[in-house]
């Protein structure tokens, strides 16, 4: 997806408001985060004369940029106005504190401690302003694609210094490989950065930590909903119809690559930027900001499988294991992003989903064997072709193969029955898993079959119903992955009872034709008695040939291994009574009326079979 196209899931143009009205001054935090110790050796080598200039210095710099008493610091944003000048304010107000801090230990009641704590809520007022802004006027470049992309082609950019990033037409960052977009995002983030410091070295980390919550949390549910990620529950679920559940997990799966791999990723990145000065504080808001979505988003398939209105499809298992293999291919990245104490409940959800996931695939699995076992269909299927079972239980076996590696770790443990003959799998890493499963799964499939076989009144026709059934199971092995599981040995031998099961259908269906000319065919004959076996084999190779027109052998190769089989048995034995016993007949009315066929006219009716 194109960058840009990408940044409008994430980017809308309103933000949450945020009001720094006079009623709501900053105070000193009262939250849990540790800060960085200050350097008591430092601040009590300050001067007075160093604390007159730091406080004159911050008291300009302060006020000139106090909305309250500027129109032009209320007009104006100081980091977009003046990249040296914000770096300046900051300083200002890190010495301040400094200050504070040596003025505190000397006299908690001077009055240059009260003037410096009423110049440090201005100050700080002003960089929860710009801190505002910033977020909510960098959405579209803040958003966590162009936070990832910042990451993997900037990584030399990302650790700058704040003084090494001036303003944007001065900013060289690495060159033509970071775009406009990443350029932006990474002078947002070093602004971001240096603000949340100053204020959280201040002891103002509440009031950081919310405004920024506050933002990136809507822009995290924002984008989860444009995902098509929302609650859901079990009864809702039960009253969908069959594609709309289809497209709820298409868009899961959608949701958690993109999730995965930009969304969170790239969240992850920005707020271990932004707080970097504080491990506990980056724990914090990450946590705040995407736990619940990510829960939210692993705890879907969960949902999904306590549905209990009736049971799904048998086709539903492949979407089952997409959502399997999306949490599997994940896992590094639910593990290292989501690796705080603070979001355990997302990888809980993860592998709870996970696990579940695994046993309803084991559970549909032997759901679909017993339906095997328990097909009920009555009417023989015409010509002995191939029937519906066999069509429906290989096409599914086929697909399955295509996650043979996913199967193998879920079917890990799955103990086959004692006489269960063993495939020759080329993948030994699946043999005892995948291999062993689809072995059983059409063992089940041929005893099924041989059941059905019996439904023909006709024996002939039951082994022609076993040979088409068993070349299509065999074809299909060959056409799919089925080949690299169950491998060449499995394949020949189960050829070999094709051709079995063919040659008892020629034996029992075109044996009556044969036994119509004499057991010696170069024994002497009267002309009665030829015109008599001419006769006889006019009849039968009619009867047959009407009788058989009417069978099936849908593989092209198996029905012409059948017709040359049989075009060989009865043409060459009719050729040589033809040859011997056609002059036996009498005249040539009398061959007409007996001889009906050439050996050439019988190998080009039986061309016409099947």
């Known amino acids: 997806m194109p960058a840009k196209g990408m940044r409008s899931l994430f980017f809308h143009g309103k933000a949450p408001s945020f009001s720094f009205s006079s009623h709501s001054s900053p105070s000193r935090s009262s939250i849990s985060f540790p800060t960085p110790q200050r350097n008591s050796s430092a601040a009590s080598n300050i001067s007075e004369t160093m604390v007159e200039e730091i406080l004159e210095n911050a008291a300009v710099m302060i006020m000139k940029w106090n909305p309250e008493s500027s129109a032009f610091g209320k007009l104006t944003s100081l980091f977009y106005e003046s990249k040296p000048e914000a770096r300046q304010f900051i300083k200002c107000v890190n010495d301040l504190q400094r200050v504070m801090h040596v003025l505190v230990s000397d006299d908690p009641t001077s009055e240059k401690l009260v003037h410096s704590h009423s110049l440090m809520q201005i100050a700080i007022k002003r960089l929860q302003k710009e801190f505002y802004q910033i977020l909510s006027m960098n959405r579209a470049h803040l958003d966590p694609e162009s936070v990832s992309s910042r990451s993997r082609s900037s990584r030399a950019a990302s650790s700058m210094s704040d003084d090494d990033i001036d303003d944007g037409e001065d900013a060289d960052l690495s060159g033509d490989s970071i775009s406009e977009v990443e350029h932006v995002s990474s002078i947002a983030m070093a602004d971001l950065k240096s603000i949340a410091e100053c204020m959280i070295s201040s002891g103002y980390a509440k009031e950081c930590v919310h405004i920024y919550n506050m933002i990136r949390k809507s822009i995290i549910d924002e984008a989860m909903y444009k995902l098509g990620v929302e609650r859901i529950s079990s009864s809702q679920i039960n009253k969908m119809d069959r594609e709309i559940l289809e497209l709820k997990i298409k868009n899961w799966l959608n949701a958690v690559k993109v999730s995965m791999t930009i969304l969170f990723n790239g969240e992850r990145i920005l707020c271990d930027h932004v707080f970097a000065i504080s491990k506990s504080i980056r724990e914090s808001c990450f946590s705040h900001i995407a736990r619940e979505a990510a829960a939210l988003l692993f705890g879907f398939p969960q949902v999904l499988l306590t549905k209990t209105k009736k049971n799904y499809p048998e086709e539903t298992i492949f979407r089952l294991l997409d959502m399997y293999t999306a949490i599997s291919e994940h896992w590094p990245e639910i593990e290292s992003i989501f690796g705080f104490e603070s979001t355990a409940t997302v990888r809980s959800e993860a592998?709870?989903?996970?696990?579940?996931?695994?046993?309803?695939?084991?559970?549909?699995?032997?759901?679909?064997?017993?339906?095997?076992?328990?097909?009920?269909?009555?009417?023989?299927?015409?010509?002995?072709?191939?029937?519906?079972?066999?069509?429906?239980?290989?096409?599914?076996?086929?697909?399955?193969?295509?996650?043979?590696?996913?199967?193998?770790?879920?079917?890990?443990?799955?103990?086959?029955?004692?006489?269960?003959?063993?495939?020759?799998?080329?993948?030994?890493?699946?043999?005892?898993?995948?291999?062993?499963?689809?072995?059983?799964?059409?063992?089940?499939?041929?005893?099924?079959?041989?059941?059905?076989?019996?439904?023909?009144?006709?024996?002939?026709?039951?082994?022609?119903?076993?040979?088409?059934?068993?070349?299509?199971?065999?074809?299909?092995?060959?056409?799919?992955?089925?080949?690299?599981?169950?491998?060449?040995?499995?394949?020949?031998?189960?050829?070999?009872?094709?051709?079995?099961?063919?040659?008892?259908?020629?034996?029992?269906?075109?044996?009556?034709?044969?036994?119509?000319?004499?057991?010696?065919?170069?024994?002497?004959?009267?002309?009665?008695?030829?015109?008599?076996?001419?006769?006889?084999?006019?009849?039968?190779l009619e009867e047959t040939y009407q009788k058989q027109k009417l069978n099936a052998v849908p593989d092209a190769k198996l029905r012409e291994e059948i017709k040359a089989s049989v075009t060989k048995k009865l043409v060459s034995v009719y050729k040589e009574f033809y040859d011997m016993h056609k002059v036996s007949v009498g005249g040539v009315r009398n061959a007409a009326m007996y001889v009906r066929f050439t050996p050439e006219d019988v190998a080009h009716y039986l061309s016409n079979l099947y």
């Open 351 to 540: 592998i709870n989903s996970f696990v579940r996931l695994s046993e309803s695939v084991r559970s549909m699995l032997s759901q679909f064997e017993i339906s095997i076992q328990k097909d009920s269909s009555k009417s023989a299927v015409a010509g002995g072709g191939v029937h519906p079972l066999t069509l429906r239980v290989m096409s599914y076996l086929s697909l399955l193969t295509d996650y043979s590696n996913v199967l193998a770790d879920i079917f890990i443990d799955w103990t086959p029955p004692a006489k269960l003959p063993q495939p020759e799998s080329e993948d030994t890493s699946v043999t005892t898993a995948m291999s062993l499963r689809m072995v059983w799964l059409i063992l089940v499939l041929v005893c099924k079959l041989d059941e059905k076989a019996k439904q023909y009144k006709e024996v002939s026709l039951s082994y022609l119903f076993l040979a088409n059934n068993l070349q299509h199971v065999i074809s299909a092995v060959r056409t799919s992955n089925l080949q690299y599981l169950l491998g060449g040995e499995w394949m020949s031998k189960h050829e070999a009872k094709v051709r079995q099961f063919a040659a008892n259908y020629e034996r029992l269906a075109w044996g009556i034709v044969l036994s119509s000319l004499p057991e010696n065919i170069s024994a002497e004959m009267s002309g009665q008695e030829a015109r008599l076996f001419f006769r006889n084999f006019n009849f039968s």
